[in-house]
């Protein structure tokens, strides 16, 4: 089996192949070919996948020495349930946990990237070495919440330092697959778990963390004026519906909403969006709003970026709510900042900024239920969530309307999620030092932080696995 072999060994401490290189969102990104059908990696499609799968010892594309692991976000429709793997050089799995709930020392979220130990977890299950295997995340049945997980799953492991090269991200579901795919290329089973641990994040010599945007950081480069500037280096993109971004002013049907309160989500305290930021709904970058999971062709997404619109009519607005127009979108140069609610729609639109288009881009994780969270006002119980003389405070820093008093959920008590850690903390960035540190330690040696243990060296005691030992 090609998963067999020894378990990971932890480097030697101060060891010289450990240094890691620490890349910037333009290092991170790649662009992908006019023709999909061409790439061997970011996205690509049913009928590379399906040349590779059928003969992956000869297909596997240069650099790639193991094996072929699909992660399917759900299983397929009926009779294309699983990607069908032959478990010695090709694998399928089903696998959507991509978040936990971090605090960055303000406040915690329920759905932030994965932890170094989590990830580390994750390779172990699969027996996945992210140096030499490649990585494919699919999405089983195409668009909706499967469109976002698969984002998801590529932000985790390329933010942890996989090479672009060994990550892809599959255009279409089960259903939609390019290529001559017919009723013996699935299965009704997925792979067999593993449990060897053959790699850790902190092997892969790359700090990608910049891919993640802090809520600091976007307060940062935000304008002091809720308008498109188009001269500041970078494009603060609101992925959500119009509805949302307009708290309720305008709405995805071109009428304002009869109660504005409905675009509200998660018990929040306010609606709208961070001064200068621009709206292009996510279900826009997909064919038919993302039925089928396929993305719109490159040059249809780069003419949004470029201020155009498509035969509906959409494209990205402003603040006033009317459309950019051509040349007044994205600028070269720019650093592409996105959210939406909670960082899943915003993940469709990182894979065609970061992936598609190759353009510098960051991911600001906690989104709008961390941002409209950090508000000066009190919840349906009279409880404040910030006191007004935070440092942390984001109302003052945004277009916003309070939602009404009854509808405000807590943030302070026990058990909710989010929930304020720290209204005085001295820093917010504690995801991102406890992330660094798992990868290379300030003491040297495999310890790592942010709780768990990493991928392990030798002599941890592992339960039965298709490789013995």
């Not at 976007?218 to 280096?233: A, F, W």
Request: a negative charge; one cysteine or more.
């Amino acid at each position: 089996m090609a998963a067999c072999g020894g378990e990971r060994q932890a480097p030697a401490d101060g060891d010289p192949a450990a240094a890691i290189k620490v890349n910037t969102p333009a290092q991170i990104a790649q662009e992908s070919a006019e023709n999909y059908d061409d790439n061997l990696n970011g996205l690509i499609t049913g009928k590379t996948l399906k040349r590779w799968k059928d003969n992956w010892e000869q297909e596997r594309p240069a650099g790639i020495t193991g094996k072929l692991v699909i992660f399917q976000q759900a299983q397929g429709v009926a009779g294309k349930r699983f990607i069908k793997p032959d478990n010695d050089n090709v694998f399928t799995y089903r696998e959507a946990e991509w978040r936990e709930s971090r605090s960055n020392g303000v406040i915690e979220i329920e759905g932030i990237v994965l932890s170094g130990a989590k990830v580390d977890q994750l390779l172990r299950r699969y027996a996945i070495d992210p140096r030499k295997d490649l990585i494919v995340c699919a999405q089983g049945v195409g668009g909706g919440s499967n469109a976002m997980n698969m984002g998801r799953c590529w932000y985790t492991f390329r933010y942890w330092g996989v090479d672009s090269r060994h990550l892809a991200i599959l255009d279409g579901g089960n259903d939609y697959l390019s290529g001559a795919w017919t009723a013996a290329d699935f299965s009704d089973s997925a792979s067999p778990v593993i449990n060897r641990a053959l790699a850790s994040v902190k092997d892969l010599p790359a700090d990608n963390t910049a891919l993640q945007a802090t809520f600091v950081d976007l307060i940062n480069v935000l304008p002091v004026v809720d308008q498109n500037v188009r001269n500041d280096g970078v494009f603060l993109w609101d992925g959500r519906s119009l509805d949302q971004y307009s708290a309720g002013e305008s709405s995805e049907a071109g009428t304002p909403l009869a109660d504005y309160t409905k675009s509200f989500q998660n018990g929040g305290s306010r609606q709208g969006h961070p001064r200068g930021g621009v709206q292009l709904n996510w279900t826009n970058l997909m064919i038919n709003g993302g039925t089928g999971g396929l993305f719109k062709p490159k040059a249809e997404l780069r003419n949004y970026l470029q201020g155009g619109t498509d035969a509906a009519g959409k494209g990205f607005v402003d603040g006033s709510y009317q459309l950019l127009g051509a040349g007044n979108a994205y600028q070269a140069g720019d650093t592409v900042y996105l959210w939406c609610e909670t960082a899943a729609r915003a993940a469709v639109a990182n894979l065609v900024s970061a992936v598609i288009l190759g353009l510098p881009t960051r991911l600001y994780d906690g989104s709008m239920i961390e941002w409209n969270s950090l508000t000066a006002t009190v919840d349906k119980d009279g409880n404040p969530l910030l006191p007004a003389d935070s440092p942390w405070r984001t109302d003052e820093l945004s277009f916003f309307k309070l939602n009404q008093p009854g509808n405000i959920a807590s943030r302070t008590s026990e058990g909710v999620l989010p929930r304020i850690r720290d209204a005085y903390a001295a820093s917010a960035d504690a995801i991102i030092k406890a992330d660094k540190a798992y990868k290379q330690p300030a003491t040297g040696g495999s310890g790592g932080s942010d709780g768990g243990s990493g991928g392990g060296g030798g002599g941890v005691v592992l339960p039965p696995n298709p490789c013995g030992g």
